[in-house]
């Protein structure tokens, strides 16, 4: 593909500059005898939303694989979905951590994690995991919204349809430790299969990371840091009733390839621990074929000058970008990719200042950039999407760009044992990805001509808040969030299609209004424990050109967990979820049938 070449070479520049990661980065490199495997990373989608480092990190060592909730901080906000956060790591610090466990409907459940102990520079860990799902999913169907006209609500019928959603992941990470230099590098498996009315899929992808950096020295010195990430996959699509209909995708089997390959990096100079200079850059190419062809990439400089003195750190910088793309074809009906380019030149500040040392810290960013959504990204994030998600309303893969975003926070601690970050904000983004309904206005009903999920793209202003606890005590660990969504569409398409007769309207879903999750686990003794696992979203409703408005209804979903350690190393689990048995549809018009219970065991050397 020409438009690879073009972006190759232009990574291959980007490496002879002086560039640097455009996020507040940690200089110092902490290097531990036990190199410490984390495959809840690899359960996660690989790329997304460009998230800044220093919003990231939480000085007052915050859990944030516990805080992972529906619709996180603005910055890993990705309006498509409301997914699973993932469970703690329980296998940290240690060489050998294994669980696995399974039960009804089935949900195997499998993390492996091998990190000896090793004498000398060189460290390695291999880790695999396994998430699935297989059973009953609720069939949904519109109902009239109590006796209020013209709202309608997604709910069960009381059928059902057999699906599946089986998730797995395996690698080798290792790194080599010098004197002055860190080098780490890293190959996996992705793969994905799912099941339902509308297709199955069997996603498989081969991921490579390879990163230099430089451990971190006080006073003056050069500080560098860059990686070079990639992955090679294939979804292969098959449908066994008319998709699309003819002359499109129709029924039968179809392939959608994909490859990305994205470079990063810190250069700078560190003048002393009160400024530094750096410079930040970062490279990106994806490319696609058979159903889809086409290819897009970004390239951005992200130059700041960083101040820190006393209790007062500021980060002042830009993020200068540009987006490049290849042309387009492809054989199922996908509108063109919008060429959004946004601006050239976006704000990046970030400042914080420290109240009152270890206890609170009051913080604000302003920042913006474009939003690249490959497709390894959509999937990743909503496990159903298929290109069928996107068939006559929008481009398959396009970007959004964040015009802007700010927000304040103040965060902290209160006697040693609550944590906590309270934040809000605004942003304004011009053709962002946005959950949607495919909506039968008139035509006859079947079991492929009904509602189904979409892709959109929208411009829209969100408004957000964020509450994070955290509670530990000798015997007691608690940690809930509470997150508050405003957005507001701005000039929607009217987006229409016709198969075989049968007329369907595109509605745009707004955001849960409010959501939260809460986890609290009690040691009766050093033995046994106990826990609750609570979560909960309030209702979406579409918004259009129709007078007709359809709701995706709210849910709690609260589920209970206990464990008993046999030994020191060994234990037995279980845990359970949906005891309310509430329709919940973390992804629109898809939930799983009822109640689920699973047990196993957990082995930890």
């Known amino acids: 593909m020409k438009t690879n070449s ?24 902490e290097v531990t005898n036990v190199y410490q495997g984390k ?72 993390e492996f994690v091998y990190s000896p102990e090793l004498d000398g520079r060189f460290q390695f860990s291999v880790y695999a995991t396994h998430r699935s799902f297989i059973g009953n999913y609720h069939r949904l169907a519109p109902q009239q919204e109590g006796d209020t006209a013209g709202v309608w609500a997604f709910r069960k019928s009381g059928d059902h349809f057999k699906g599946y959603d089986l998730l797995t992941t395996a690698g080798f990470d290792g790194r080599v430790s010098w004197d002055k230099t860190l080098f780490s590098f890293g190959v996996g498996y992705y793969g994905l299969m799912t099941k339902d009315m509308i297709a199955k899929r069997g996603y498989n992808a081969a991921d490579f990371n390879l990163r230099v950096s430089g451990k971190g020295n006080r006073g003056t010195y050069f500080l560098y840091d860059a990686g070079l990430s990639g992955r090679f996959a294939s979804d292969n699509l098959e449908t066994e009733a008319l998709l699309f209909g003819p002359p499109l995708m129709t029924s039968g089997k179809h392939r959608l390839d994909e490859s990305y390959f994205v470079l990063d990096g810190v250069i700078g100079q560190v003048l002393d621990d009160t400024h530094r200079f750096l410079v930040g850059f970062e490279g990106s190419t ?8 086409g290819s897009f990439g970004r390239l951005a400089l992200m130059p700041r000058y960083q101040f820190r003195k006393g209790s007062l750190n500021l980060s002042l910088g830009l993020r200068i970008e540009g987006l490049v793309r290849g042309d387009q074809k492809d054989s199922a009906g996908f509108l063109a990719i919008s060429q959004k380019k946004g601006k050239t030149v976006y704000p990046d500040v970030h400042a914080s200042l420290e109240v009152v040392p270890d206890h609170l810290l009051l913080y604000g960013d302003v920042s913006g950039g474009s939003l690249l959504n490959p497709y390894a990204s959509l999937i990743g994030a909503n496990h159903q999407v298929t290109p ?67 892709l959109l793209y929208a411009d829209y202003g969100l408004y957000y808040a964020d509450l994070l606890l955290s509670w530990k005590s000798a015997k007691v660990v608690i940690d809930a969030g509470v997150h508050y969504r405003r957005n ?3 000039s929607l398409r009217n987006v229409q299609t016709e198969t075989e007769g049968n007329l369907y309207q595109h509605l745009y879903l707004q955001l849960p ?30 918004q259009s050109s129709l007078e007709e408005t359809w709701k995706i209804p709210g849910y709690v979903d609260l589920g209970a967990l206990t464990g008993y350690w046999i030994t020191r190393k060994f234990g037995i689990y279980a845990k359970a979820g949906n005891l309310l048995n509430m329709t919940v549809q973390r992804n629109p018009l898809y939930a799983e049938s009822g109640p689920w219970f699973t047990t196993g065991i957990t082995l930890s050397l």
């Open 6 to 29: 073009l972006f190759l070479s232009a990574l291959a520049c980007l490496l002879t500059a002086p560039f640097s990661l455009g996020q507040n980065l940690n200089p110092t490199v």
């Open 39 to 110: 495959p809840s990373d690899v359960r996660k989608p690989r790329i997304g939303m460009n998230i800044p480092d220093s919003l990231m990190r939480f000085d007052l060592d915050f859990n944030y694989e516990v805080f992972d909730p529906p619709y996180g901080g603005s910055y890993s906000f990705k309006p498509y979905m409301l997914d699973m956060r993932p469970e703690k790591d329980a296998y940290r610090g240690k060489s050998l951590y294994f669980k696995a466990g399974a039960g009804y409907p089935l949900h195997p459940e499998l």
């Open 286 to 293: 994806y490319s696609y074929g058979n159903v889809f062809e």
């Open 388 to 454: 069928y998600y996107a068939w006559g309303a929008c481009p398959l893969i396009d970007n959004g760009i964040e015009r802007v975003n700010a927000r304040v926070g103040i965060k902290g601690s209160i006697a040693s044992r609550l944590q906590y970050d309270l934040r809000a904000g605004g942003a304004v983004y011009e053709n962002g990805l946005t959950d949607g309904i495919r909506a039968l206005l008139e035509g006859y009903i079947s079991p492929m001509n009904m509602n189904r999920p979409a």
């Open 488 to 490: 507001e569409f701005e």
């Open 513 to 542: 209004s409010f959501s939260g999750n809460l986890r609290a686990v009690y040691d009766i003794n050093p033995r046994i424990y106990l826990g609750i696992d609570l979560e909960a979203a309030t209702s979406r409703s579409t």
